[in-house]
Structure formats: structure tokens, C-alpha cells
């Protein structure tokens, strides 16, 4: 694992900027994708993969990898735009997002050969199933990895998410973490209008989970949560994050009308300065 | 032809299976099996009790099976999930085509209880829609084995011959268990159990042991029936159906599933492309199954070599 990773805020901030600076150049590019969910996940990817997880983008499928499994496909543009930042591949590939033959697909698609990419997925609720299979075969090989997953809120209205939480408690398994992107915006509207999801802690502590809240743009407070997952001996840990839609650009922060919006051109090149 | 296959005893198909994945489990550490609360109704316990560190109980979950299926074969692991075909295949369908299929992992689907020859649980549990529905998945390959023997050589081919999601789908009536282990299972290959030229009877799953009834019958009458058993349905072998079709003239489907989109619209596919001659189709006809003795139902639906002879009869009249 040869990756250097970095506890420093000011240079975790730098990153969570270019990552989402690349987000809406791609977006614009493709003209349709999902700019809200990424922009108020891009500080947790940054924190995971530049501070949190062990891996190495010269050595993709490296055994004892950490693993990132990202339920929520449609946000593909913050996980194209991290691992570019990483490494996995050449950033100017991100202006190939959605288009023909691109490794850069809608959603998250294997078959196409993106390194660094650990799932197809793109229909809600699959995520969190998929990473406890990968923390229990991990438990089998005796592997240290760990696992992370994350998923959306309005994503936890589907309820085979629920069926995986069980089993991941019920095979006590604390090398799985489920980050919550808590944005608290779906396309319909507020979570809280459309499926209400509150009291979101209670849920998971009941479902046996470890469950911790913090501000998912805070770099200190993400890194903390992340580490107190490390100690947990016999419990899956969740992390719900509480963020904000198309975090980063004010003129669309909380705004549900951005959840699958790509900006025009012209709107990219205002949002880009302003991230700047 | 016909001493070869003599039925030894009614055996369930679902007998085959767990006396295979057992096996498979022998020969492979990395094969792990899933359990979704009916393990043994579906031949599971026997690797479960053999290899409980390898057997991973997620109750009755069966969306959540296929996600942690796939987790389990992203990590090198061959999963083997087995519940009754209509959980199995089909309330897990979109887990199947994302999660499995779409990334392409080499996980074995079991599906339990398939056809109306369930019995007296009736139309909920009587899987009469999953070929339809798991042939059409891209990268997925569909198994349904003729009876218990090739059932326990289906799952150990499963395991050796493929690379990506594979569906196998077996019954749980006890029928005849006539075929041998020899010449083994090769996957997408048709068998051809009986000798003839005046009709092509194709069948899968129960219904071969029907057909060949049937072609002993036609026999009888001076029709001599070429029986093929489509033990892959996906896959198909495209080049034994275009040579029965153009040796023969004339083919009969057999099948304890729906008409539509099974194994009769399969081979309807490849030989209208390629051969086109008359076709008749054994199967459900567009309705639910429902409760009674296995036999009887199967009778009903004209699931049985009487019903195979009827169309047979049709099918040579309908030849120019």
C-alpha cells in the first residue's frame, strides 16, 4: 500500500475542491448526470480514499485492499472524479463521462475496465448486500480489509438495504462501515416529505449497528468518525453524514431540483469559479 | 435406445442437487453455500451440515442473498444460493441483473420447486416463469436438468465449466432417474436420448422422461421421434436444433413451465432464423398452476407423454 495518505485538512480541502471542480467540467461535458449527490458526497470520498483507506492506484486489485462499494451509482461522477484525483487513470478522461464507448459509463459499469472500480451498480438498494458479502468472505480469508459502503438516504427507503443490515449485525461484522450520505433531498422533494426516514439513528442502533452522526463537510469530525470505526470489535459501524445537496455552489446547496441536473456550460464555468 | 434408460427410482431432482453442490463442495474449498430458512427443502443441508464454516445462513431475505452472493464471489468465493425457483429467480430479479449478472460473477442460482409438479402448495410456489425470465439476462447461463442424476452432474458443471452467474432449476417431486453419468455434463451441449427422423420431440427438465415415453409410443405406430434433452437452455446448442429440424421436419417442445418465453420461444428463436419447419409446444399455457396431487396436475396440463403424443400427431400433419 504505497498510497501516501494525509490527515491534513487544508490539503483534504484542496482535494475535495478539484474533485468537485472536475465534477461539474464532466457534467457540463455530458450535459445530463447527477450534480447534487456528488457534490455533497465529494468530502467524504475525500476523506476516505485520501486519508482513511489503504489502497494503491498502481495496484488496483491489490488483495488486502481496503474496499470502497458505492451504492448509489448515480452519483458515478465524484467516484470517477476521486479515483482520477488519486490516480486510477488521466483526469482529462473524465470529460468522457456518458459518452459512447467511455469507461466512464451513466452509472457504474465493470465490464467497460475502469480500474479502481469495485461495482456495477445503479438500482438502488444493492449496495450495502454486496459489501456484506465482501466483509464476510474477508472474515473468511482472513483478510484485515475493510470495507466501506456508502449510500444514499432517500436510497434507505428501499427495503432490501434493511435485509442487508440485519445480516451484517447478525455476522457481527466490524470491518464493514455504511456511510449515509444524509443530504436529505430526493427527486421528489425532502426525504422527510416523500418517505420519512427520521429517527435515522434509532433505525440503525436498533438494527444492532454502531451508529455515529457527524457533519459530512467537516474533514476533522469525518476522519474522527472514521477512526472510531476501527476500534468497534463486534458490531457493523454506520457513519450517518449529514451534508448538503450540490454542497460547494450556493446558488443550488438544498435545492431537489438539482438532484439529476448537469449545469450548461456557462452555468459550469460560474460554479467552477466559484468552488475555486 | 430405449433399454439404455430404465428408470432405477423416482428420485427429486432437488436430491440431485444437494448430493452435487456436496460434492462440488468436496472438490472446491472456494464453493460456500447460502441459506434462505429452507435449506433442506432444497437439498442445501446436506453441504451445510458437512461444512457449516462455509455455510452462511441470511434467512429469509432472498434480495439480500444475491447482493451477498455477489460480495462472496467479488472476493474469489463460488456461491451456491438455493431457495424455491420463484423466490430465487424471481423476487430477486433486479438484484440478479445488477448485481450478478451485469458484473458478471460466478454465482449458482438454485431454483427450487419448479413446475406444477410442486403439488399441493399450489400456484405461489410453483416457478412456471423462470427460464423466461433468467434467459434473457445477458451473461447468464440457464441449467434444468432431465432428473436427479444429471441434476448432481448439473452443479459440479456449474461450478468447473462456467465463469459468470449460472441458473439451475430442479423439482421437487421424486421422477424417474434414468440417465448414467456417462459421457458427463458439458454445458450448452444437447443429448439426443432417442434415434428417429419423422419428428424432433425437445424437451427439458421432467418432461424428457415424458418425451421419451412418448417416442416409444410413436414407435408403436411406425413414427420413429428423435428425443433431444436440452439440459442447457442457455446456452443453447444452436447446431443440434437446426439438424433436427432439418433432418426431422418437425418438433415438438416439452416443457413444466409457461409456453411463453421458455424453452419452446428459445428453440422457436434459433430455428426460425435458421430452419424453419412446424412447431408445437407442451407447456403452461399462459396460467397459474394450482394445488393437487404432482401427477394429476401434470395430467391436467397435458405435462405428460399423452400430451406430447397429441401434439406430435399435430405437428406431422402440419408437415409439407
Not at chain 1, 466483509?135 to 482472513?142: D, G
Not at chain 2, 436440452?230 to 446456452?235: E, G, R
Request: proline share 4%.
Amino acid at each position: 500500500m504505497v498510497f501516501p495518505l494525509t490527515n491534513g485538512v487544508s490539503a483534504l480541502g484542496e482535494l475535495a475542491k478539484s474533485i468537485r471542480q472536475s465534477v461539474v467540467r464532466s457534467l457540463a461535458r455530458a450535459g445530463s448526470g447527477h450534480l447534487g449527490g456528488s457534490m455533497s458526497s465529494a468530502d467524504i470520498l475525500t476523506t476516505l480514499y485520501f486519508s482513511v483507506m489503504r489502497h494503491d492506484p498502481a495496484n488496483p486489485s491489490c488483495e488486502g485492499r481496503d474496499r470502497f462499494i458505492l451504492s448509489i451509482g448515480h452519483i458515478a461522477p465524484v467516484l470517477y472524479a476521486t479515483l482520477a484525483e488519486a490516480g486510477y487513470f488521466p483526469k482529462e478522461e473524465l470529460l468522457s463521462l456518458r459518452m459512447m464507448g467511455s469507461r466512464l459509463q451513466g452509472h457504474p459499469g465493470r465490464d467497460h475496465g475502469l480500474p479502481g472500480l469495485e461495482l456495477s451498480a445503479g438500482s438502488l438498494g444493492q449496495g450495502l448486500s454486496v459489501a456484506t458479502g465482501i466483509a464476510i468472505a474477508a472474515k473468511m480469508n482472513r483478510l484485515d480489509s475493510r470495507i466501506y459502503c456508502l449510500c444514499g438516504d432517500g436510497e434507505l427507503q428501499e427495503g432490501s438495504v434493511w435485509e442487508a443490515a440485519m445480516s451484517a449485525a447478525h455476522y457481527k461484522l466490524n470491518n464493514l462501515v455504511a456511510v449515509i450520505d444524509r443530504n436529505g433531498v430526493q427527486i421528489d422533494g425532502s426525504t422527510e416529505t416523500v418517505m420519512g426516514l427520521e429517527p435515522l439513528k434509532k433505525k440503525w442502533e436498533a438494527f444492532g449497528w454502531d451508529t455515529l452522526e457527524c457533519d459530512g463537510h467537516d474533514f476533522r469530525t469525518l476522519m474522527s468518525a472514521f477512526q472510531k470505526t476501527n476500534v468497534e470489535q463486534t458490531r457493523p459501524s454506520v457513519i450517518i453524514a449529514k451534508t448538503i445537496m450540490g454542497k460547494g455552489i450556493k446558488s443550488i446547496e438544498g435545492d431537489y431540483r438539482w438532484h439529476g441536473k448537469a449545469p450548461s456550460m456557462e452555468q459550469a464555468e460560474g460554479f467552477i469559479k466559484e468552488l475555486s | 435406445m430405449r433399454d439404455q434408460y430404465i428408470n432405477r427410482g423416482n428420485k427429486a431432482t432437488k436430491a440431485g442437487f444437494g448430493e452435487g453442490l456436496l460434492e462440488a463442495g468436496k472438490k472446491h474449498p472456494e464453493v460456500v453455500a447460502i441459506g434462505a430458512d429452507i435449506t433442506a427443502s432444497v437439498g442445501v443441508d446436506l453441504f451445510s451440515s458437512a461444512f457449516p464454516g462455509r455455510f452462511i445462513s441470511l434467512g429469509i431475505a432472498e434480495q439480500n442473498c444475491v447482493g451477498v452472493s455477489a460480495g462472496l464471489a467479488l472476493m474469489g468465493k463460488i456461491p451456491v444460493f438455493a431457495t424455491y425457483g420463484v423466490f430465487s429467480a424471481l423476487r430477486t430479479t433486479d438484484q440478479i441483473r445488477i448485481s450478478l449478472c451485469y458484473n458478471n460473477l460466478h454465482v449458482i442460482i438454485g431454483g427450487a420447486h419448479a413446475g406444477v409438479s410442486v403439488g399441493p402448495d399450489g400456484a405461489t410456489h410453483q416457478a412456471l416463469e423462470d427460464i423466461a425470465v433468467m434467459r434473457v439476462m445477458p451473461n447468464m447461463t440457464v441449467l434444468s436438468p432431465c432428473d436427479a442424476t444429471q441434476a448432481r452432474l448439473a452443479v459440479i458443471a456449474a461450478v468447473e465449466q462456467c465463469k459468470g452467474p449460472v441458473y439451475i432449476r430442479f423439482g421437487r417431486e421424486p421422477m424417474p432417474d434414468f440417465t448414467s453419468t456417462e459421457p458427463g455434463f458439458e454445458v450448452g451441449k444437447a443429448q439426443t436420448f432417442h434415434e428417429g427422423a419423422d419428428l424432433a420431440i425437445i424437451a427439458t427438465g421432467h418432461m424428457t422422461w415424458e418425451a421419451l415415453q412418448a417416442a416409444i409410443e410413436l414407435e408403436k405406430e411406425g413414427i420413429h421421434a428423435r428425443v433431444l434433452n436440452i439440459h442447457t437452455i442457455k446456452p443453447l446448442d444452436e447446431s443440434a436444433l437446426i439438424m433436427a429440424a432439418r433432418e426431422c421436419g418437425a418438433i415438438v417442445t416439452a416443457e413444466e413451465h409457461q409456453v411463453a418465453g421458455g424453452l419452446g420461444s428459445a428453440i422457436s428463436e434459433v430455428i426460425s432464423k435458421n430452419y424453419p419447419v412446424p412447431v408445437e409446444f407442451v407447456g403452461m399455457p399462459d396460467s397459474f398452476g394450482e394445488s393437487g396431487p404432482p401427477l394429476e396436475l401434470m395430467k391436467k396440463f397435458g405435462l405428460t407423454a399423452q400430451g406430447i403424443l397429441q401434439k406430435a400427431r399435430k405437428v406431422i400433419l402440419r408437415k409439407q
